[in-house]
Every structure is written in C-alpha cells, then in structure tokens.
C-alpha cells in the first residue's frame, strides 16, 4: 500500500528514510547479528547507540557541558511530577496557563507545593500566548513553567516569558528541533520524543547540573530522581533503547538536513503554504491569534461542524489522514512536523481549494 499523508499529532509522521534504514537493520544490526530489540544494554553496540544519539542532540541544540541529557521513560505526563519533585527547594513555582498540556502539569504540580497560575489564555479557548512580560512571579518561586508549543491549540512563544531571574521550565514535546533552542535560557527542558523526534515511550530531559540534586521531595521515588538517571548516564535499569536508536538516526537526519537553523526556514516555509490558504479561503479559517501561531500544529474550522466532518471524511479517503481536531476543541488540525514533506503541505492545500469550491454555500 502507497503511504498516506500522516497529520496525526503525536505519535506521528517519521523521516522514510530513517524507517527504511530501521528496516534494513531490523535483523542484524552493524554486524551484530541480532536487533537493537534483542541487545543487551549494557552492550558495546548499544552504548555506541546512545552515546552517539546524545551527542548528536548536544551538537544540534549547541548543548552546554554543564547541562546533561537524560533518555527516560514515563512520557512528557510523568514528568508533571517529576519536575515539582525534584526542583522544588522552596515548595513554590508559578504556571503559566496556555492550553491542556501546562493546565495537566499545574494540577500535578499542585500536590506537591504551592503552585500559582501567573498567566492562563483560558479566557479565549487558549487561542493566543498571554503577555509575559511582567507577571506576578512569587519570590521564592523555584521554577516558571510554560509549554513552549501548545499541540492541542497551536500556538508558540516567540518571546520567553520574564521570570524575573527565576528558573524557566519548558515542555517542547511538540517543537523541539523544529527551530535552534537557546538552552541556556532555560533550567530543564523536555519532551516526550512521539511528536518531532521518535516513537513513543522516550522522554528526553535537558538539565542544568546544578539542579540536579540528593535532596529533593521526600517520597520521590528513586526512578524519578534526576540524580539518580544522571549518575547513571540513563542505565539506571533498561532504558527504552530501540526507541533511542530510533531517535538517534532522526537525530542524524535532522543534521544531513541542515541542522535546526535549516528545519526552521524549512517549517516556515511549509506553515507559511498552509497559514496564506488558510487567511485567504472564504471556507476555512485559522483559530488562533496569527502573532502565536505555531509552526508544527494548525488548527482551522469550516465554522460548521457537519461541513468540518464532511472535510475530515474526504480527505481521509484521498489519503490526508488525520486531520480531525483534538476531541476537545473539534474543528480540524494538521500537524506538520519536522517529517512532514512540503508536497505533503502544497498537496493537502490543493485539496482544500477543491473542497472548498464544492461546498462553499452558494
Ligand atoms: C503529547 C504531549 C504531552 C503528553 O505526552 P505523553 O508522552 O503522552 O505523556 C505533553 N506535552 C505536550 C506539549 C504534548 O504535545
């Protein structure tokens, strides 16, 4: 069978030829004679594997030394509780409020501190970034949260909030290397790997050495201890490690591609086909506010939910597969990853314009 055009948000659409080479070394990998499946983590071949991975990520976001990468599991939802385990000194952080993904890690957050929404977009459906620039920061707040790409609503900072000095906390599960990340602006961050950068069950954690510490809440348990995974260079028990060899050749296809300065004009390129349709259809429109909008997810109404289930049916059927909004917001939603071709994008939009000249009302 033809592949299809993948718009799923997460997991979702990977490099062909990454999957192609998973492929040809399904069976016997580098001459080891079995699959990175069946291989010892602890083995010579898989250390290469991981080690390799993390300096490819380190080379891509220009990772200082004083920051360590941890491959973990648990997904981006464990990291709710991590996060507020291991870096609260003072029990008190502030979030800020900008979809599902930052209101699940505040609620989390809350268990085990004083925690304060600084900012929220609830007001409009998450449909904008809240301004950041003078917000109500607690003086003993030890971290600010934000989710630095909102997946479900498809919006992104382009400006850092100001934390007033405090550590800023990011989840970039749906943007990373999606476009040069300046780390040092940041404490931690981290992302569930399904979206941009591999198959379900990594989570990747970028942490400043300093943070990482012996004390934190009592009751963490000693796999969410980032001492603990840090210490042990992520071999503190059997790491997901066909997904990290997975993400390591993403990791090597995002270089051969140029790297993230490349990806960025490269996603504005294929966001911009998209986003101009999108502004200048008489159908379809863009729900969120255009200075926020993100470069991975866009989401768009007809403004008629029948019409809406209509579209999503028909594109299906042409092979445009995904595109139906998060259940809860409705509408439609194109994620456009990394992965994603720019004919798939300038393949999509014609679709939309046919579409769109058959059932405009009349
Ligand atoms: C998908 C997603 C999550 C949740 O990821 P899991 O790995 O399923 O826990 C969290 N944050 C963002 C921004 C996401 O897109």
């Known amino acids: 069978m033809e592949r299809v055009y993948n718009f799923s948000a997460g997991p979702s659409v990977l490099p062909e030829v990454v999957l192609k080479q998973a492929a040809d070394e399904m069976m016997n990998y580098n001459g080891t004679g079995m699959s990175v499946m069946e291989m010892s983590h602890r083995s010579k071949a898989f250390e290469e594997i991981i080690q390799t991975a993390e300096?490819?990520?380190?080379?891509?976001?220009?990772?200082?030394?004083?920051?360590?990468?941890?491959?973990?599991?648990?997904?981006?939802?464990?990291?709710?509780?991590?996060?507020?385990?291991?870096?609260?000194?003072?029990?008190?952080?502030?979030?800020?409020?900008?979809?599902?993904?930052?209101?699940?890690?505040f609620e989390e957050a809350k268990q085990y501190g004083k925690v304060k929404a600084v900012a929220s977009s609830a007001d409009k459906t998450f449909s904008y970034i809240p301004d950041c620039s003078?917000?109500?920061?607690d003086e003993d707040a030890d971290?600010?949260?934000?989710?630095?790409?909102?997946?479900?609503?498809?919006?992104?900072?382009?400006?850092?909030?100001?934390?007033?000095?405090?550590?800023?906390?990011?989840?970039?599960?749906?943007?990373?290397?999606?476009?040069?990340v300046n780390v040092e602006d940041y404490g931690l961050i981290y992302f569930g790997v399904q979206k941009n950068v591999g198959p379900a069950g990594v989570v990747v954690v970028i942490i400043r050495e300093d943070l990482i510490r012996e004390d934190v809440l009592p009751g963490t348990p000693t796999m969410l201890k980032y001492k603990t995974?840090?210490?042990?260079?992520?071999?503190?028990?059997?790491?997901?490690?066909?997904?990290i060899y997975i993400c390591g050749?993403?990791?090597?296809?995002?270089?051969?591609?140029?790297?993230?300065?490349?990806?960025?004009?490269?996603?504005?390129?294929?966001?911009?086909?998209?986003?101009?349709?999108?502004?200048?259809?008489?159908?379809?429109?863009?729900?969120v506010e255009k200075k926020d909008r993100s470069l991975?997810?866009?989401?768009?109404?007809?403004?008629?939910?029948?019409?809406?289930?209509?579209?999503?049916?028909?594109?299906?059927?042409?092979?445009?597969?995904?595109?139906?909004?998060?259940?809860?917001?409705?509408?439609?939603?194109?994620?456009?990853?990394?992965?994603?071709?720019?004919?798939?994008?300038?393949k999509l939009v014609e679709f939309m314009k046919r579409f769109e000249e058959e059932n405009l009302p009349k």
């Open 249 to 287: 050749k993403v990791f090597k296809w995002v270089k051969e591609m140029g790297g993230l300065e490349a990806m960025k004009i490269h996603n504005e390129k294929k966001a911009a086909i998209l986003y101009d349709f999108l502004d200048s259809s008489k159908l379809f429109k863009g729900t």
């Open 134 to 137: 003078d917000l109500d920061i």
């Open 296 to 346: 991975m997810n866009v989401p768009f109404v007809t403004g008629n939910e029948e019409l809406d289930a209509k579209f999503v049916k028909e594109a299906t059927a042409a092979g445009f597969v995904n595109l139906k909004g998060h259940r809860t917001v409705g509408g439609m939603r194109a994620s456009i990853y990394n992965a994603m071709p720019i004919e798939g994008v300038e």
């Open 143 to 180: 971290y600010v949260y934000i989710c630095h790409n909102n997946t479900i609503y498809g919006t992104a900072y382009k400006e850092l909030p100001n934390t007033k000095g405090k550590i800023l906390v990011a989840d970039m599960s749906s943007d990373i290397l999606s476009q040069p």
């Open 55 to 105: 300096q490819d990520l380190r080379d891509l976001l220009k990772i200082p030394d004083n920051y360590k990468v941890l491959f973990l599991q648990g997904g981006a939802s464990q990291q709710f509780a991590a996060i507020p385990m291991n870096l609260m000194k003072n029990g008190v952080a502030d979030y800020i409020i900008t979809g599902q993904w930052a209101k699940k890690a």
């Open 229 to 243: 995974q840090a210490d042990a260079d992520s071999l503190y028990n059997t790491p997901p490690a066909y997904g």
